[in-house]
């Protein structure tokens, strides 16, 4: 099952992450989505350098309009409006908690049957296509690696 979040929510969801002081991953078909601008959490930044370098994520951002993608990555501290975030989302998305801050978001119904932590080259239920590098479960991977160093 492949679900695409609608083109108008597209644009609205980073400007209410950016007014809840969250950091974002946004996740398509064929590109990840970054702010313009630079991340205060070390977790986005290091996985835009890591997907910069496979030359992913370059030429659009966030903020363009017309982007669609499937599902995003939130991180959040302290100075986050976790409770705004539920609130904007919880209707239409599953929030799943990933701890350290860390949420993934997916349409409802569109819910992994699996933990991150499963195996990569697995087919996703959401993705309606096998491993690429785009899957959020990489940048989880990723994250946990470099959040212990």
Known sequence: MHQTIP???????????????????????????????????????????????????????AETKGIIYDKFCIVTDAQSDIERMYREFEQEFDIMDRRGGVYEIVPHGCKKMHTYLATAATTLPCSGAAHTPLRLENMMRFWIRTQST
């Open 7 to 61: 083109k108008k929510r597209c644009e609205e969801i980073p400007v209410i992450l950016k007014e809840c002081r969250i950091g974002m991953i946004l996740e398509g078909t064929d590109n990840v989505y970054f702010s313009s601008e630079v991340s205060r959490f070390r977790e986005v930044e290091q996985t835009r350098a890591y997907f910069a370098a496979v030359g992913i994520g370059l030429a659009e951002t």
